[in-house]
Every structure is written in structure tokens, then in C-alpha cells.
């Protein structure tokens, strides 16, 4: 017999022995008893202070307020989110919960960020009417922006920035997309249409279209069919690929 099975018999005895030892050393007692996790914990978190009360709590008191926020764009964010936890503050009133002014608190959510859902009202922190507050300007429990944006790029920043080195660069958003007005005070809600033909893109890049002959053009009967075109051209940069 080989002089390493041996040796390899014996680490793994070892092993076993240090596992079973581990396991009734380090593993709690009531691991397992109701599932694949530590029965005493229910009772370890029941126990632990009472923190947050709930935004039905809040309301008792709040009613104009929290009718303000249900109609507003706040309306999925709970009255802890920005004011803390408030348990305490239904015990005695005199402890206050925390009233957010700075400018750093509302861009934790409203700062640009291109992961963000497309039509979420984000902002660029260093340029968005500095060194002002949010509150200033805007109503934390109904944020309607004052001055309706005028322009796409105000939240579509990193979508215009892609198009404005594109060969789509001189295209206004409007030839491609259908937006109601209220898109722009109430974006989720109203999102814009989205060209679902071949036929659309075709108006200009089919051959034979009135478009001038400086647009790449192709036989839009035989060219990437059955693919709709921005399956393979992105719409925004749509460089051959």
C-alpha cells in the first residue's frame, strides 16, 4: 500500500473528528429545531428595544402631513426613512425625531447615478443650485420640482451624453420618443413610447427612403430579420456592429 493512503486516511479521520467537535462546540443548541436556522433567535430579536413605530403611528398625530405625502412623489417612503426612528417620540413627545436640512441627506437617494431606474429624479450634487438646502426649494413631503425641467438631460444625463457623440447626435429625443407633458412632473408614471417596428428606424436607413444619402442605409426586407434593430444597434450610439 501506497505511504501516502495511510497518511491521507488519517487527515481525514482528523478532520471529521475536529468537524463533529466544531459542531457541538460553536453550533447553538437550537439550530435546526424549527429549520435550517437558530430557533433562539426569534426570541434574542423579540427582545431587543422597540426602535421604530411605523408611519400608522405617525399618522394618529400627522394626518395633514402624511395626506400630503400619499398624494406626493414621496408616497413609498416610510416617515423613518428621512425622520429616524420614532418609538421614542410616541412615548414622550418632548423627544424629537430628526428633521433632515442638510443637502447631503436628500442626495443619498437624488444624486446621479446611472443604475438608477430610468425616470428616477436624480440630480448632479455639485451643480443643482448650490450650496442651497433641498427644502428650499423643494416640499420633502410632496418633492414637485418648482421649475418643471425643460430638457431630457435633466435626468436622462447619461443618455444624452452617449447620444451627443453619436451619429443620433442632432436627432431631438421627440423623433424617437412620444412624451406626455406630465413625464415630466410625474416621470414613472407617464414613461414614453418606444418605437416597436423595423419599420420605424426604416424611415430613414431603408433604401429608397427620402433620408439623405449620408445615413447608412440597408434592404430592410433581408437585413437582420427577423431582429428588431436595436436588438443589435443600440439606439442611442448606434454604431454598426
Known amino acids: 500500500m501506497p505511504q501516502q493512503v495511510p497518511r491521507l486516511a488519517a487527515v481525514f479521520a482528523l478532520a471529521v473528528v475536529a468537524l463533529l467537535v466544531a459542531r457541538r462546540q460553536l453550533i447553538p443548541d437550537t439550530f435546526g429545531a424549527v429549520g435550517h436556522y437558530r430557533a433562539a433567535a426569534v426570541t434574542a430579536i423579540a427582545a431587543r428595544p422597540v426602535k421604530y413605530a411605523g408611519y400608522q403611528a405617525c399618522e394618529t398625530c400627522h394626518d395633514q402631513l402624511a395626506a400630503k405625502r400619499l398624494s406626493g412623489n414621496h408616497r413609498g417612503v416610510g ?46 450634487p455639485a451643480a443643482h443650485n448650490y450650496p ?77 427612403s427620402q433620408a439623405t444619402k449620408a445615413i447608412p442605409q440597408i434592404d430592410l426586407a433581408s437585413h437582420g430579420v427577423p431582429y428588431l434593430c436595436w436588438q443589435c444597434h443600440y439606439p442611442h450610439y448606434p454604431e454598426a456592429r
Open 79 to 124: 416617515c423613518e426613512t428621512c425622520h429616524g426612528p420614532a418609538a421614542a417620540h410616541i412615548e414622550d413627545i418632548s423627544v424629537k425625531p430628526q428633521v433632515p436640512s442638510t443637502r447631503e441627506f436628500c442626495v443619498t437617494c437624488h444624486a446621479y447615478n446611472p443604475s438608477r431606474p430610468t425616470g428616477f429624479p436624480q440630480i448632479d
Open 132 to 208: 442651497q438646502a433641498c427644502k428650499d426649494c423643494h416640499d420633502p413631503h410632496a418633492p414637485v420640482p418648482p421649475v418643471v425641467p425643460g430638457q431630457c438631460s435633466a435626468c436622462h444625463a447619461q443618455i444624452w451624453r452617449q447620444k451627443a457623440v453619436s451619429h443620433h447626435a442632432r436627432l431631438a429625443c421627440t423623433t424617437c420618443h412620444e412624451a406626455d407633458q406630465r413625464h415630466k412632473s410625474d416621470p414613472r408614471s407617464m414613461r414614453p413610447t418606444k418605437p416597436v417596428a423595423r419599420e420605424f428606424c426604416g424611415q430613414c436607413h431603408a433604401q429608397g
